[in-house]
């Protein structure tokens, strides 16, 4: 059921930014009491949270990539009480026009950290934060870029397949893959890849790295892979209000970005639309 295409350049960084090589540590047992301390601590922070250590947390390690052509970081960050891991990328490229191998010329091309931030604003809209890791703009090392919390997962999509491992609620699972691939289609992502999947301990997926996203396309990229939609996502979508969007995600979209992003979102509404004239609601829609 994935629809995502490979991405050469993804890093290994974001264990749920960039790649199962960003994975964190699972716990090892037998601890010591202020590790464990400190792990149920870290376990019971809110969203806000983790949003206010990432913005402030001092920064105790780090370690660059060495997959990946932007190099990304991976950065160690301590308040004194919760030591915990997050995925610094602070690319940010455009070019009127990019070769993309196989996939022809990208006019107005561009690949930025910005979109990491957009792109959770935007899920938080539509009731999806919790299928992404939180992300903030930070400065570090004299370079502006996202930073996104570290997730616990087993491995990506990729790995998965790999080993041939099928998931234990194969309809939950299809269900957030669904809900995955109306996002993609959202944003206009153009490189989601196998490793852009993570799944996490009780088979919850996340989505990660969307530097690539927010095309000025008013088209969707592939309206095929939307089979099956949620009820809730799509009332979402129904009521998401372009002002908003732009509030909520300033200065990391510009407006040709957003207008672009409300031409698709209308576009999927009137694809579901149309399946469930064809096929019925109860086929197209959960």
Known sequence: ???????????????????????????????????????????????????????????????????????????????????????????DESKSSADMGPRG????????YHYNIAAYELAKLLGLEQMMPVTVERKWDGKTGSLTWWLKVKMDEGERKKQKIEPPNPEAWNN????????????????????????????????????????????????????????QLLEKLRQLDAAEVERKTKPHLRKPEIKALMARRDKIVAYFQQLVTEKGEKAVLY
């Open 1 to 91: 059921m994935v629809f995502l295409r490979s991405r050469l350049w993804i890093p290994v960084i974001l264990i749920c930014l960039f790649t199962v090589g960003f994975l964190t540590a699972s716990p090892q047992p037998n601890l010591p009491a202020g590790q464990t301390q400190a792990a149920t601590a870290e376990s019971n922070l809110s969203v806000e949270q983790m949003r206010q250590f990432l913005l402030t947390a001092k920064v105790i390690n780090f370690k660059q990539t060495k997959k990946g052509i932007t190099n990304p970081y991976r950065l160690t960050l301590s308040d004194g009480k919760i030591t915990h891991d997050g995925g610094f990328q602070a690319i």
């Open 176 to 231: 957030q893959m669904h809900r995955m691939r109306v996002f993609a289609q959202l944003v206009y992502d153009t490189d989601r890849n196998l490793t852009n999947v993570l799944i996490g301990e009780n088979w919850e997926l996340y989505m990660i790295d969307f530097t690539r996203a927010f095309r000025l396309h008013p088209t969707l990229e592939n309206a095929k892979n939307l089979e099956r939609g949620d009820r």
């Open 105 to 112: 010329t990208e006019l107005n091309f561009r690949d930025s």
